[in-house]
T-cell receptor
């Protein structure tokens, strides 16, 4: 079974702090994703990566950055946390699409609930 | 552009009665469509996936969904609800021929005894 782990289930930080959220997958997947989940808004894509050292902005990248130095690890960084970044953060991974118009299943970690005070 | 609309934010059913969670999509391509489920304090789990094979897709836990191109719908159904089905359900569409997904806003399913 694919396993995606996230470093913390719950995290409390103060405004202005630098925050690192870590995600590790054990299935040699090329793609990795960071989402935030807010009530009534579903999941929104922050950043994704389709290869080591590669990254692309998602729909809401402002205030975030990412790092992918190794294939299995994808980090989300909040350079200066703000209260509007209080949310549930979900990491996911997938194999790269092998054919035209196909998308492989994304596997999700358990999430990190971040509170910024 | 691709998008997905979940028509109900909340659905309540009695245990043993049918479940219907509605989803409409918009896509310029032949889409891949998914339903994911999220139980309280858990990560998302794939229920089922459509990728242009059979239009009726069977998933885990007795759920199934039917792809209807003419109606641009991908509704999720289950003949008989169980208490353990109470969760939030997300309809998801792929973004063209990329590996990105677009999530609906979710439907919270309540099951009453």
């Amino acid at each position: 079974d694919v396993k995606v782990t996230q470093s913390s289930r719950y995290l409390v930080k103060r405004t202005g702090e630098k925050v690192f959220l870590e995600c590790v997958q054990d299935m040699d997947h090329e793609n990795m994703f960071w989402y935030r989940q807010d009530p009534g808004l579903g999941l929104r894509l922050i950043y994704f990566s389709y290869d080591v050292k590669m990254k692309e902005k998602g729909d809401i990248p402002e205030g975030y950055s990412v790092s992918r130095e190794k294939k299995e690890r994808f980090s989300l960084i909040l350079e200066s946390a703000s209260t509007n970044q209080t949310s549930m953060y979900l990491c996911a991974s997938s194999l790269q699409a092998r054919g035209v118009l196909s998308t492989d299943t994304q596997y999700f970690g358990p999430g990190t609930r971040l509170t910024v005070l | 552009a691709q998008s997905v609309t979940q028509l109900d934010s909340h659905v309540s059913v009695s245990e043993g009665t049918p479940v219907l969670l509605r989803c409409n999509y918009s896509s310029s391509y032949s889409p891949s469509l998914f339903w994911y489920v999220q139980h309280p304090n858990k990560g998302l789990q794939l229920l089922l996936k459509y990728t242009s094979a059979a239009t009726l897709v069977k998933g885990i836990n007795g759920f199934e969904a039917e792809f209807k191109k003419s109606e641009t719908s991908f509704h999720l159904t289950k003949p008989s609800a169980h208490m353990s089905d109470a969760a939030e359900y997300f309809c998801v569409v792929s973004v063209g021929n990329t590996d990105k997904l677009i999530f609906g806003t979710g439907t919270r399913l309540q099951v009453f005894p």
